[in-house]
């Protein structure tokens, strides 16, 4: 699964990460612990150029009655996206990339659960595959959304935990976004795990665990529990 993840890098080398530019941008700070149900940064393509901006993390499908269905529906699991109603119309024409830098997962040991900070090897940023839907409330006011999707995980996230993020090449990131591309058996290939020698994790403390932590505290080593 994914519910935490962190976005460090400045707003400039977002824009020049995903080659956006020429609109109006929302602030950025660093980002230290991302939960779900806040605005996260994610990037969409309207048909000529890549569009950064902010979603709330938590899909709400177009057709639901109720925004509380976003709280269930914080991760999408890819090898069901094509048949879920929640997930099918997004999967088809309404991808984005959600750039992080690493993300959180908690490993059981003798001791408890202990949080771990997954990255790659180059530190660089990187993009996890979203889908995102816009919502009418009932009083007509938008709500734009979005969810992460997870596949099966690779050797190294297998001692932590049995799902991870999907974690996009960088040559495949232009084919998820391009609004073009709608044929699933096309799409669905691109949802594998990511590479394991090229990532590695380490243990941080509990303080990931509270969403009111967000600093550079969360992403120390810390001692792993024996």
């Known amino acids: 699964m994914c519910g935490r993840y962190t976005i460090i890098v400045t707003l400039d080398e977002l824009l020049r990460r995903y080659d956006v530019s020429g609109s109006i941008m929302p602030s950025h700070m660093p980002r230290y612990n991302v939960a779900p149900g806040q605005m996260v940064m994610a990037v969409i393509n309207d048909g000529e150029r890549n569009r950064l901006g902010e979603l709330r993390w938590g899909l709400i499908?177009?057709?639901?009655?109720?925004?509380?269905?976003?709280?269930?529906?914080?991760n999408a699991r890819a090898e069901t996206l094509a048949e879920k109603p929640a997930f099918r119309n997004s999967l088809q024409r309404k991808r984005c990339?959600?750039?992080a830098d690493s993300f959180y997962d908690w490993k059981r040991t003798d001791k408890g659960k202990q949080p771990m900070r997954i990255l790659l090897r180059s530190k660089e940023?990187?993009?996890?595959?979203?889908?995102?839907?816009?919502?009418?409330?009932?009083?007509?006011?938008?709500?734009?959304?979005?969810?992460?999707?997870?596949?099966?995980?690779?050797?190294m996230m297998a001692e932590i935990h049995d799902r991870m993020p999907v974690?996009?090449?960088?040559?495949?990131?232009?084919?998820?976004?391009?609004?073009?591309?709608?044929?699933?058996?096309?799409?669905?290939?691109?949802?594998?795990?990511?590479?394991?020698?090229?990532?590695?994790?380490?243990?941080?403390?509990?303080?990931?665990?509270?969403?009111?932590?967000?600093?550079?505290?969360?992403?120390?080593?810390?001692?792993?529990?024996?």
Do not use: H
């Open 125 to 155: 940023v990187f993009s996890l595959a979203g889908l995102y839907d816009t919502w009418t409330s009932p009083d007509g006011s938008k709500i734009s959304t979005c969810t992460v999707i997870t596949t099966r995980s690779n050797e």
């Open 61 to 74: 499908p177009e057709w639901a009655r109720d925004e509380r269905i976003g709280y269930k529906m914080l």
């Open 167 to 226: 974690i996009l090449r960088p040559q495949e990131e232009s084919i998820w976004l391009d609004r073009q591309v709608t044929q699933t058996d096309f799409l669905l290939p691109l949802l594998r795990p990511y590479e394991a020698d090229e990532m590695y994790a380490y243990p941080v403390s509990d303080r990931v665990g509270n969403v009111r932590n967000d600093d550079e505290a969360c992403v120390e080593e810390a001692a792993l529990l024996l």
């Open 97 to 99: 990339l959600i750039p």
